[in-house]
C-alpha cells in the first residue's frame, strides 16, 4: 500500500524556487507530525522541515533553509507542501516526506522522492 507520494521537483536555477506536494495515507496524516528530508549524493537523508499534527501547525526547520523554505499541510487534501525559495546549489537532493514520530525519527517506508535540482 502507498502512503507517501511526492512531486513537484525538477530543474532550478540558482535563486529559483520551486513547489514539492506529498500526499500522505490519512492514517499517517492525521496521526503524526510530518517532514520534508532530503538526500543529496554521497550524503546521509536529512530532515529538513517538520509541521506539527495538532491545530496550530507548529513549524521547525533546518537551520541551513530557515527563512527560505516553508513547510504547510492541507488537512482536507491529506497533503504536505514545501515552498523552496532563493534555492541554492547545495539544495540539490531527492526530497522525500515521511511522517515523524516522537523521536524524530520516520515511520513509514519511504516514497520514491522528487529530484530538486539547482543549477545553472
Known amino acids: 500500500q502507498v502512503q507517501l507520494v511526492e512531486s513537484g521537483g525538477g530543474l532550478v536555477q540558482p535563486g529559483g524556487s520551486l513547489r514539492l506536494s506529498c500526499v500522505a495515507s490519512r492514517r499517517l496524516f492525521g496521526s503524526y507530525d510530518m517532514g520534508w528530508y532530503r538526500q543529496a549524493p554521497g550524503k546521509q537523508r536529512e530532515l529538513v522541515a517538520r509541521?506539527?499534527?495538532?491545530?496550530?501547525?507548529?513549524?521547525t526547520y533546518k537551520d541551513s533553509v530557515k527563512g527560505r523554505f516553508t513547510i504547510s499541510r492541507d488537512i482536507s487534501k491529506n497533503t504536505v507542501y514545501l515552498q523552496m525559495n532563493s534555492l541554492k546549489p547545495e539544495d540539490t537532493a531527492v526530497y522525500y516526506c515521511?511522517?515523524?514520530?516522537?523521536?524524530?525519527?520516520?515511520?513509514?517506508?519511504w516514497g520514491q522522492g522528487t529530484q530538486v535540482t539547482v543549477s545553472s
Open positions: 509541521i506539527t499534527a495538532g491545530g496550530s501547525g507548529s513549524t
Open positions: 515521511n511522517a515523524v514520530n516522537t523521536w524524530a525519527l520516520p515511520v513509514a517506508s
